[in-house]
């Protein structure tokens, strides 16, 4: 299976009808895209089902591991990757034995396979924690006090100073890379740029599936990223 992530950066969206140098494109959609607190599915064990996103606690107590979802009142047996493995070592503090994790899983034999890690965090609100419900991607950087919220009306600029709450329509594109971009249609001085790379965040220690880059004004500020809750649009 190809991961969820890879089927994520195909192709260039335009969220607003630019008036600028870039071309209008199409990025193909995932139309499965669920919440960051998943919802229950009733598949069948021993079939193989969809890949999904699903968030909640992690739990790697012996004999298996599992994972609360939020909203769920139940524990569902996890299949843990190497990747899931080595982040709660290196995110989680010794002898912690619960984390909260988003992840990218499918359904086999009864329980999930993790495919791809979105977040690991041993801080913050976990499941409480709805600000990206709304937003198709996120960067942000707690150490420099910055966040551009992405999603079907533009992107947004949460900062702590005069430009708090900026909104721009915007245009976006992709590179050979797979990184994303995103910018003001009438260029005005903000760009949000999304790489395939996994970030650590200074501050917390937290790891997210993204890597950030805000410019601002020509200025360039690091910072890390993830994909919101919002569905990505056709």
Known sequence: NSSVYERFFKGV????????????????????????????????GGREAPAQRVAGLVDRAEPHWTIRACGQEHDRLLEPSAELKRLFDEVGQPGQMSIFAELAVT???????????????????????????RSQWVGFSLADGWRVDVGAGGMKLTSG???????????????????????????????????????????????????AVLIRDGQRLNGCGYQGGAPLAD
């Open 161 to 211: 100073d005069a430009e708090d709450g900026r909104q721009l329509s915007m245009i976006s594109e992709q590179l050979p890379d797979g990184a994303l971009g995103f910018r003001g249609v009438h260029d005005q001085g903000l760009e949000l740029w999304l790489y395939p790379t996994g970030c650590i965040e200074r501050t917390t220690g937290d790891y997210y599936h993204l890597s």
């Open 13 to 44: 969206h335009t969220m607003t009808a630019p008036t600028g140098r870039l071309a209008l494109c199409t990025i193909l959609s995932v139309a499965s895209i669920l919440s960051a607190c998943a919802s229950w599915s009733p598949w069948q």
């Open 107 to 133: 359904e086999k034999d009864g329980r999930w396979m993790v495919d791809r890690t979105h977040r690991v965090e041993s801080t913050g609100r976990g499941c409480m924690d709805t600000s990206a419900a």
